[in-house]
């Protein structure tokens, strides 16, 4: 059964660092592509950023591009992402989720997400 | 990038009876790259189908998907109470430029 479990988000001051986390199981990890999905209270989801099995090649929204960074360490079946200079704009549900290929494509997994408010 | 826009916005129907959703993108969606999901209260969202027609593992067959090119059609043969909760659409024709609609909510009448 695939599991994804999210963990690190909380209250942050605009400007400040915040790192994000998801323990993966279930499935070959390190075979399949990784996304962040964001969703603002009551509004729709908006993709944040992604990367393909290997490490290798990192995708953003320009939303987020120069802010966000992507990783994912293979040994640990985890994927993070650091989230830094963060906007009261960036206060949403983080969702982690699986791709369905090694370099992307559709979402068939998903986290139960994790909430990051930016708020002084 | 590929702008999605989903109609209606919101969808008032009553057990029983067929919903029609509809996800118009702003360019051409290469090879049906186009997935629908489904999202309900304080929940993630699940994938219903991908490559515009394909449903996913799990997924009852009273859902459906159809469409290509720029135009495509999530339809639900008869809803059970199960069924009322916001539906979105999602292009991946790029891995640099994965973009979702604005969702449509489907609601009891």
């Known amino acids: 059964e695939v599991q994804l479990l999210e963990s690190g988000g909380g209250l942050v001051h605009p400007g400040g660092s915040l790192r994000l986390s998801c323990a993966a199981s279930?499935?070959?990890?390190?075979?399949?592509?990784m996304t962040w999905v964001r969703q603002a209270p009551g509004k729709g989801l908006e993709w944040v950023a992604g990367?393909?099995?290997?490490?290798?090649?990192?995708t953003y929204a320009d939303s987020v591009k120069g802010r966000f960074t992507i990783s994912r360490d293979n040994s640990k079946n985890t994927v993070s992402l650091q989230m830094d200079s963060l906007r009261a704009e960036d206060t949403a549900a983080y969702f982690c989720a699986k791709s369905s290929g090694s370099f992307g494509y559709y979402f068939d997994f998903w986290g139960h997400g994790t909430l990051v408010t930016v708020s002084s | 990038e590929i702008v999605l826009t989903q109609s209606p916005g919101t969808l008032s129907l009553s057990p029983g009876e067929r919903a029609t959703l509809s996800c118009r993108a702003s360019?051409?969606?290469?090879?049906?790259?186009l997935a629908w999901y489904q999202q309900k209260p304080g929940l993630a969202p699940r994938l219903l189908i991908y490559h515009a027609s394909v449903r996913a593992t799990g997924i009852p067959d009273r859902f459906s998907g159809s469409g290509s090119g720029t135009d495509f059609t999530l339809t639900i043969g008869r809803l059970e109470p199960e069924d009322f909760a916001v539906y979105y659409c999602?292009?991946?024709?790029?891995?640099?430029?994965?973009?979702f609609g604005q969702g449509t909510k489907l609601e009891i009448k």
């Open positions: 279930g499935f070959p990890f390190a075979g399949y592509a």
């Open positions: 360019q051409t969606v290469s090879s049906t790259y």
């Open positions: 999602q292009q991946y024709s790029s891995p640099r430029d994965y973009t």
């Open positions: 990367l393909n099995g290997g490490g290798t090649y990192r």
